[in-house]
T-cell receptor
Framework: GNSVTQMEGPVTLSEEAFLTINCTYTATGYPSLFWYVQYPGEGLQLLLKATKADDKGSNKGFEATYRKETTSFHLEKGSVQVSDSAVYFCALGGGADGLTFGKGTHLIIQP | GAVVSQHPSWVICKSGTSVKIECRSLDFQATTMFWYRQFPKQSLMLMATSNEGSKATYEQGVEKDKFLINHASLTLSTLTVTSAHPEDSSFYIC????????????FGNGTRLTVT
């Protein structure tokens, strides 16, 4: 079956630091890949997605590239802000089958 | 737009009682909704897929007689936890698809259920 593994947190960084949150997956077929973000007190929001190999999803300065050869979809941002503090979920799937989520990574950005 | 409202946001109930959680798509029609459950420090686990006008499809290991799902209209799906026990305490979250099946999911804010 499908599974998603992402680095466990919390991840604590200083403002303007470079961010990488690792995500690897196992799946049958060629699923779409997603990063969702949950800000404090809010619901899950789609951050970015990629639907096929070598696609790069980007939004709000975050990027992730669908790497089929390494079955990875690592989330990166060049310079994080305090407002990026949230829980980030890597997920795969979509459509009628729903999503398979990773455990979530709690990111804390300190001023 | 594409707002999903989930109610209540938190609920405390006594063991043996039933609790109903509502998931509404406020500004779109959702033919398909999903219910997830999240245990502390664990992934969101898909419980069931809810299609309007038909029976829900449950994931393996999810008791359909315990977690009753009804999708009576294109804007409302309900999850009823029957005869709740402390081990049912968890975070339940719904999501809905707006438009085509390959469209992004829109999530509710979740419901924290505590069974005492």
């Amino acid at each position: 079956g499908n599974s998603v593994t992402q680095m466990e947190g919390p991840v604590t960084l200083s403002e303007e630091a470079f961010l990488t949150i690792n995500c690897t997956y196992t799946a049958t077929g060629y699923p779409s890949l997603f990063w969702y973000v949950q800000y404090p007190g809010e619901g899950l929001q789609l951050l970015l997605k990629a639907t096929k190999a070598d696609d790069k999803g980007s939004n709000k300065g975050f990027e992730a590239t669908y790497r089929k050869e390494t079955t990875s979809f690592h989330l990166e941002k060049g310079s994080v802000q305090v407002s990026d503090s949230a829980v980030y979920f890597c997920a795969l799937g979509g459509g009628a089958d729903g999503l398979t989520f990773g455990k979530g990574t709690h990111l804390i950005i300190q001023p | 737009g594409a707002v999903v409202s989930q109610h209540p946001s938190w609920v405390i109930c006594k063991s043996g009682t039933s609790v109903k959680i509502e998931c509404r798509s406020l500004d779109f029609q959702a033919t398909t909704m999903f219910w997830y459950r999240q245990f502390p420090k664990q992934s969101l686990m898909l419980m069931a897929t809810s299609n309007e006008g038909s029976k829900a499809t449950y994931e393996q290991g999810v008791e359909k007689d315990k977690f009753l799902i009804n999708h009576a209209s294109l804007t409302l799906s309900t999850l009823t936890v029957t005869s709740a026990h402390p081990e049912d305490s968890s975070f339940y979250i719904c999501s809905a698809i707006k438009g085509r099946l390959d469209s992004p999911l829109h999530f509710g804010n979740g419901t924290r259920l505590t069974v005492t």
